[in-house]
């Protein structure tokens, strides 16, 4: 009987992809595991983002979510494109690539430890033991988190998808656990900010040795692993600063209250991303695997679909956003609008999917234009707007790169040559 459905299930999959144009077997098994991964992260991030909106002074709260965005920023002075190579890698079937990415990837993290040294000595000059405290345990953590967590896009490399939704929710339990706990005692953010950081070390240390043990070949050297993720880790770097920049400069600019604020209004739009993110994980390794020239043609009814899904996403999302404010985060009902207007973000996650196709095929010069243009327009518009419009001049700074970005990835997408092309020209 088992079998006789289970058979069915897949008929009836494939018959839909006339309509859906997508392998959808492939979708449904490996986005159910991504789902219920996602679908636990999601569940355990809201309910401390509400014990944090309601137990948090609004002062301990942005301070929190300030050194959490300071530590990104640290996380830039390292390999950040390793994760992207390491997918494409793994989806192109080489083996020994999670031991030979650590090892790069933890040579590296020494750009980390002098960041974050540098802030901590920064903020201790300036007679902020606090901040200068919290820095030097990112200086101690963060390294390890960030080598670690590469068992993540291996997993995704290889499409063992129900492999990382298990280690995940194992991995993210601990952490979860112990922010409980020290919200019970303290509403000290120094000693929170302890609590995530070593937490996360431990756990996603122990992920990655038990995934390191089970799935992958003895360390191989890769040579073109190393050159291709110098590259993203160029590209990249620039963009992972703009995207915490807004946090950053609210910080800088507004304090610790209007930083607690923004943070609440963009969280429920950063879970909406997160769950529309697992097809974008699902979409990487076919990407990697099909011709340029295929994906040039089947792509806009891709996006197209993937554009009408968001809208419906958005619209419900708009028209929920002040009761799910005045339920979970009744001092931050201000934050309404700002999230509603951010929601608007949600809609350019189908592009990532040209994004994706960039970095499979190792389209340099699109990725170099993408990852240089658009933050340093984030940067400008945040810079000139949160000294006039406050809160609002972040929105919009957010609001104007997105679209910016969505227009000009379209007309790289539109311009590239498949290899066919290339040859016929030479």
Known sequence: MITKTKHAVVRALRA??????????????????????????????????????????KEAFGT??????????????????????????????????????????????????LASAAFALYYFIQGNPLLGAAFCIVAISQPFITAFSLYRPFLQGKQLFQRQAITDMVQRIVPFLCMLATLRVTDNPLYLLCAYFISQALTHGAAYVYIAR???????????????????SVMESFFEI??????????????????????????????????????RILAFPKLAQRPLAELRIVLH?????????????????????????????????????????????????PRTLITQTFIAHQLKRE?????????????????????????WGAVGAVLGTEAVNTIVQWYLFKRIETPAQKAAYE
């Open 214 to 232: 089970t799935c992958d070949q003895p360390l191989r050297e890769h040579p073109e692993l190393k050159t291709y993720s110098k590259h993203l």
């Open 242 to 279: 703009a995207n915490v920049a807004d946090k950053v400069l609210v910080w800088f600019f507004l304090g610790a209250v209007p930083t607690a604020l923004y943070t609440l209004a963009l969280m429920p739009i950063t879970h909406l991303q997160s769950v529309f993110g697992f097809g």
């Open 301 to 349: 009814e891709k996006i197209r679909r993937f554009f009408i899904i968001t809208c419906v996403a958005v619209i419900a999302y708009i028209i929920a956003a002040p009761y799910i404010f005045s339920i979970l985060f009744p001092q931050y009902l201000e934050a309404v609008h700002y999230s509603q207007v951010l929601a608007l973000t949600v809609l350019a996650i």
């Open 64 to 113: 929190y979510q300030f050194v959490i965005a300071m530590a990104s920023v640290a996380a830039v002075f390292t390999l950040t494109g390793i994760g992207s190579a390491l997918v494409r890698a793994g989806a192109q079937g080489a083996e020994g690539v999670l031991p030979y990415g650590f090892r790069l990837q933890i040579r590296a993290n020494s750009g980390i430890v």
């Open 367 to 391: 990725l170099y234009i993408i990852n240089f243009t658009a933050p340093t327009l984030r940067i400008i518009l945040l810079a000139i707007g949160l000294p006039l419009f406050g809160v």
């Open 16 to 57: 839909s992809e006339r309509f859906t144009k997508t392998d959808m077997v492939y979708a449904t098994k490996g986005g159910f595991w991504l789902f219920f991964g996602y679908a636990f992260q999601i569940a355990t991030g809201i309910v401390l983002s509400v014990l944090f909106a309601n137990l948090l002074p």
